[in-house]
């Protein structure tokens, strides 16, 4: 069992108050390295979530100004920081991400906070400069209402902060839904934002299943935004489910990130970036590379500078000292990860680094896997792998990598790697991905907007544009 300062409550938090859930029943927290039980929590439902969603109306009643706003992120980005060592130990003990990576997840989640903070005057009443039809304007940016936050289990402190950063500066109450296979690092989280005096209702937090919360989010009139991180299945059911009732969505979806080597590029850099983008959370995230193309004279070097990186990392229990990949989150991930590699391997590719891996044996640990010999029609490119595994597929022309690159329905992440600045417009300019990196595998910050294209989703966080994804603009026309 998990023992923190952080988790003296293993509850739900509704109305400023610690709550179980009313059945009396919980879920099992499983530390995916030991297959342990950690923790217990309550399995909540539609009772609690309508009774926080009623909490988080009846908070609107009180409106914050800017300047408390401000004070809240700022509180919330420092608690962060005192606070980053345990919350990392929670991340590591319930997803398995080694400990120094789930530290530098809690560093990045009080960038939100902070840049929120930083620039919450955007959202200020802004008079036009023009006076049409005679009449002074004035645009103000509103709390849309209440809203729904729903965050994976991938990051569960990162993504949280992605939206909840924005959702306090618009002023909007929210109720917040964990994945149910890491609610611990919420729990902790609410245990801070409990010490700086939040209005009751401001911030709600229920845990169970998706349905019975998802339910009440998308159908209960107060709640007006739901944004969410996670498949596009569950996108489009959740398109389908508010449509009768007209909300706003944010949806970040589903991806599968290309990573374009062209011959010309510094093949140690291209590699290092791979390595450190590809193998971040086991593979597990909506950014990390899952097609690598490298150019046809290039793909042998290549390949070998990636294989002699490989083998030098360590799979392991996150909390391990000198370990870089930790466990698959569950024993379904692992099976859906062997699969893509057997498939591969099965219609013709090549296993250059890794071996076949042992059954779960407590933890799931898969070793970080290079195939070679892919092509375009293998599952394993045309699906989202989320996990440590690289499919090196080669091409030859510039137009043709293009094409193949677009030629998936998400669009989320890609990555491109050349010394070639023109080319490197000219590709970037052509790529239907909400994130590019040029040279780069790094991911998003929280000073620039993030989101997909096509089937990853709609809606930013991050950046200015992040600011107003929880607010409607009020026009005012004075006579």
Known sequence: MIDSPLLKHVQGYINGRWVGAQSGQTLAVINPATGETLSPVPLMGQAETRHAVEAAQASRIQPASIEQRKQWLNQIADLHIEHQKELGRIITLENGKPWKEAQAEAAYAAGFYRYCAAHIEKL???????????????????????????????????????????????????????????????????????????????VNLVMGHADQIGQVLCEHPAVRVISFTGSTRVGKLLIAATAPHIKKLSLELGGNAPFIVFDDADFDHAADHLIQNKFRGAGQTCVCTNRVYVQQSAAEAFTKKVVSRVKTLKVGNGMEEGVGIGPLIDR??????????????????????????????????????????????????????????????????????????????????????????????????????GHVGLNTGT???????FGGMKQSGFGREGGHEGLFEFTESQTIAYG
């Open 124 to 202: 200020k009443p802004r008079r036009l400069q023009e006076q049409p039809k005679n009449h002074t304007w004035t645009v103000h940016h509103r709390p849309a209402g209440v809203v729904g936050l729903i965050t994976p289990w991938n990051f569960p402190l990162a993504m949280i902060a992605k939206k909840l950063s924005a959702a306090l500066a618009a002023d909007c109450p929210s109720v917040i839904k964990p994945a149910e296979k890491t609610p611990l690092s919420m729990i902790a989280l609410f245990s801070l934002i409990d010490q700086i005096g939040l209005p009751a209702g401001k």
């Open 443 to 449: 991911g998003p910050t929280p000073e620039a907007p």
């Open 332 to 433: 379904g991930a692992f099976d859906k990860v062997k699969g893509y590699v057997d498939g591969a391997l099965s219609r013709g590719a090549t296993r250059v680094a890794g071996q076949a891996p042992a059954a779960p044996q407590g933890g799931c640990f898969f070793p970080p896997t290079v195939l070679r010999g892919v092509t375009d029609e293998m599952p394993c490119t045309r699906e989202e792998i989320f996990g440590p595994v690289v499919p090196i597929i080669e091409f030859d022309e510039e137009k043709d990598i293009i094409q193949r690159a677009n030629a998936t329905e998400y669009g989320l992440a890609a990555y491109v790697f050349t010394a070639d600045l023109k080319r490197a417009d000219r590709v970037v300019g052509m790529l239907q991905f």
